[in-house]
């Protein structure tokens, strides 16, 4: 395995639970911030998008989060979390 994909790997976790930290703490800009840079360390990390996701719907911008709900379902197809949270939005 190539050293440099896992440190990469470990720092998108890393900034994930930042990112997580700053959800939970309402500090919505902060969280987009290291989720984002998470997002560029690991694009293929469904659950990064799943949680821009829910910072987008709870600073009710609807459009970004379905645009991260869809893409967390189309790295991990079985991400039902993120569906369920898609279909809300989509209202089915």
Not at 37 to 49: E, G, H, L, S, T
Not at 52 to 58: D, M, P, R
């Amino acid at each position: 395995m190539n050293n440099n994909n896992y440190n990469h790997k470990e720092l998108a976790q890393d900034l994930l639970e930042l990112g997580k930290f700053y959800f939970l703490n309402e500090k919505y800009d902060e969280a987009i911030k290291v989720l984002q840079k998470a997002q560029k360390f690991n694009p293929f990390c469904a659950d990064i998008y799943y949680h821009l996701g829910l910072v987008y719907e709870a600073k009710n911008n609807l459009h970004n989060a379905k645009v991260m709900y869809l893409k967390a379902t189309e790295v991990d197809s079985q991400f039902t979390l993120a569906q369920e949270h898609l279909d809300k939005l989509v209202g089915k």
